[in-house]
């Protein structure tokens, strides 16, 4: 497996993205450096791995057809990988979707160069804003405001388990014509003396618009946690720059393994029901509004490959497990959280105390 090692021209030593910094920072000699200095320095080497990595793919492509089963590199494609750490010389395994992860023994960085090169490079990315530290300061934060939290739960042994990692999405903007016909109704009701009455005015409404629909997003990886992704959205696309392998330096990463052509049917559903909503709330005046016809023809699409930055953890606490992930950008929080027991139960009793007070007391008031 072809590997890139960011490494300090000056020491030698890791070179790790730094959000903080929003530079390429040295843990060592505590050099800085900026993007443009970095990619200048390993662009050549970005390209030859990324070759070699194709290269390798091509053969194990080859040899899998000449096995000639179609179930076999359907089952190849879900076996561990194994690749060489450039700074210790370690195999360590991985998954078939990981991109970007850490020497288990060495602890430095490695970037898996293929995984997100050709195909499947991304068109932009989201660099981490938020650093680890202020990302725990985020959860410290939520734990505070809950006050049935055990008290063990955020200790500091856990902080080691957080893990930056960028997840792929697709992001969709889209330019296109609708018409819409629907049934609109104006009611109007009086009284003459002790009649009621009730007037009924139906219109037929057409409308016809050119919509913009941007920044729908579909989740480009199966195996991700789709609720807990979700709930840590939105993220700032302006702050999106055009991808180099060098950002997933110090942070894990996934590639993309749900294709565009598996989501187009979903996104169209998708597209339709906005274009028909932004049609109806343009419709005012109407005592109710019934849509007859609706139809809509794409003009232009742009589908963006993307990875956004999040850091999680999974807790394992009494034999459950609870995930939580933190918006690597804006620092939105997002997890389930244990509830003590203990802590409960001294309610309940603080409570129940405090009702057989207020009923003595008013028993008293009563004699």
């Not at 430095?108 to 981490?128: A, C, H, M, Q, T």
């Not at 930055?309 to 009494?318: D, I, Q, R, S």
């Amino acid at each position: 497996m072809a590997t890139v090692n960011y490494k300090c021209p000056n020491c030698g030593g890791p070179l790790k993205y730094n959000p903080d910094k929003q530079m390429f920072s040295c843990e060592y000699c505590l050099s800085d450096f900026s993007e443009q200095k970095v990619q200048e320095l390993y662009a050549q080497r970005e390209a030859a791995e990324s070759r070699a990595e194709k290269a390798e793919k091509q053969a194990e492509q080859k040899a899998q057809s000449q096995q000639g089963s179609a179930e076999n590199a359907d089952e190849a494609s879900e076996e561990a990988v194994v690749y060489t750490c450039p700074s210790c010389g370690a195999e360590v395994i991985t998954t078939a979707s990981t991109a970007a992860t850490t020497c288990f023994y060495c602890q430095n960085p490695v970037v898996l160069g293929g995984r997100l090169s050709g195909e499947y490079k991304p068109d932009r990315i989201i660099p981490f804003a938020l650093s680890k530290d202020k990302a725990i300061e985020k959860f410290l934060e939520m734990c505070k405001r809950k006050w049935f939290l055990p008290k063990d739960f955020a200790g500091k042994n856990q902080f080691d388990k957080f893990q930056g990692v960028y997840f792929p999405y697709w992001y969709i903007d889209t330019k296109m014509q609708a018409h819409m016909i629907a049934r609109g109704e104006k009611v109007r009701t009086w009284r003459s003396g002790n009649k009621r009455f009730t007037e009924t005015k139906i219109y037929e409404v057409i409308r016809d618009g050119n919509l913009d629909i941007n920044n729908l997003f579909e989740r480009a990886l199966k195996s991700e946690d789709r609720e807990m992704l979700q709930c840590v959205h939105p993220f700032d696309l302006s702050q999106a720059r055009s991808f180099s392998m060098s950002y997933l330096s110090g942070f894990q990463a996934e590639k993309r393994d749900i294709e565009r052509a598996e989501l187009e049917g979903e996104v169209e559903g998708l597209l339709s029901a906005y274009g028909q909503q932004l049609l109806t709330d343009t419709v005012t005046g109407y005592s109710s509004v019934a849509t007859k016809e609706y139809g809509d023809d794409t003009v232009a699409q742009r589908w963006s490959y993307t990875l956004l930055p999040v850091w999680v953890v999974t807790y394992k606490y009494k034999n459950k497990i609870y995930p939580f992930a933190i918006n690597g950008q804006t620092g939105k929080t997002y997890g389930m959280l244990p509830t003590s027991k203990g802590k409960l139960a001294i309610l309940f009793a603080v409570l129940s105390a405090a009702l057989m007070l207020l009923g003595f007391a008013g028993g008293l008031l009563l004699l």
